[in-house]
């Protein structure tokens, strides 16, 4: 096997979700519910999808129920099989049967590139791919499967990339890019990590999905602590682009469709939305109350 084909995901969800306490006070930001479906079975989905159905976790305290969610629930199973009601069956084994799922815990919070780290025993000699936990793509629009593409046939890591509000860019990683001959790739010359608007290098935020070469380990133990004090990917990764030599470069695919931030309450909202109104169950009347509703305000 090619050792740029892809078939580990991992998953880092060890934050603490305090932009939404106190809901995340006792129970994780990913088990927030999109309609039915908590956020992180939203991205288990885009990883199987892709063809990525093993999956590590990297967890923290209070993550419990993330495991509890990927697991059998044997008595509400069985009083499901008793009463014969198989749709909510379905409903409660599709998670469990969606992929396997394995946890490691980060222990110290050091920061996202030191979460990676943790999966480095696990991944061990491939490349694999990192989806962050809050990010949710829109399964309607592809974005892991080209990155994966564009993985195998460069060798190089790769990076997601999005157009962002000028005035956004602070709260991404951003990227100077090179274009290529595909419109939608580029290279990356340069990576910053949160950078002042001011100082930001161009408009175009990293979201969270990457393809990353298993070099990157050793990148990622020689990183210094950075922004916030914390092991930041954005630096390895920057070590990286500035060094072809060291890991394959850095190359960066255009993301055009719709992304939710959905550690953030305003984008929450907005996905709960966008994918409600296209539900067969309640799209129809969702829709219509939408259309009243902007009338009254
Ligand atoms: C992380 C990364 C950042 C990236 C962002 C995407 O930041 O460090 O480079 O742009 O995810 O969501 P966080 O949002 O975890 O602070």
């Known amino acids: 096997m090619s050792k740029f084909k892809v078939t580990k ?3 880092p969800v060890a934050g603490m979700g305090t932009r ?7 129970m994780p930001k990913e088990m927030l519910p999109l309609i039915d479906k908590p956020v992180i079975q939203y991205v288990v989905e885009e990883a199987v999808a ?3 159905d093993d999956v590590l976790m990297i967890t923290g305290r209070n993550k419990n129920a993330l495991e509890n969610h990927f697991d059998r629930a044997t008595e509400l199973e069985h009083t499901l099989t008793a009463k014969g009601d198989h749709g909510k069956l379905d409903k409660v084994q599709e998670s469990t049967d969606l992929a396997n ?3 490691v815990r980060q222990g110290d919070p050091l920061g996202l590139g030191h979460a990676v780290l943790r999966a480095k025993a696990h991944v061990a000699e491939h490349s694999f791919a990192v989806l962050l936990g809050d990010d949710v793509i829109d399964s ?3 974005l892991l499967a080209k ?6 046939s460069t060798g190089s890591n790769v990076i997601a990339l999005m ?5 956004q860019i602070h709260l991404y990683g951003c990227a100077s890019v090179v274009p290529t001959d595909d419109p939608d790739v580029v290279t990356i010359s340069h990576l910053v990590e949160k950078p002042k608007n001011e ?4 408009n175009l935020a990293v979201i969270g999905r990457y393809v990353l070469r298993q070099e990157m380990f050793g990148v990622l133990e020689q990183t210094a602590p950075g922004r916030g004090g914390e092991i930041q990917l954005t630096d390895a990764l920057q070590t990286a682009a500035a060094d072809p030599s060291i890991a394959g470069g850095v190359v960066g695919v255009i993301f055009k469709g719709r992304r939710y931030d959905t550690g953030d309450k305003l984008d929450f909202i907005k996905a709960t939305l966008r994918i409600g109104v296209d539900r067969s169950d309640i799209g129809e009347d969702l829709r219509a109350w939408l259309h009243d509703f902007a009338k009254e305000i």
């Open 140 to 142: 309607r629009d592809v």
């Open 9 to 11: 995901a991992v998953i």
């Open 199 to 202: 100082d930001a290098p161009s």
């Open 147 to 152: 990155m994966l593409e564009v993985h195998e």
């Open 163 to 167: 157009e962002v509000d000028p005035d």
């Open 20 to 26: 939404f306490l106190p809901a995340t006070k006792a």
């Open 50 to 52: 892709a063809g990525l």
């Open 101 to 103: 799922v394995h946890y």
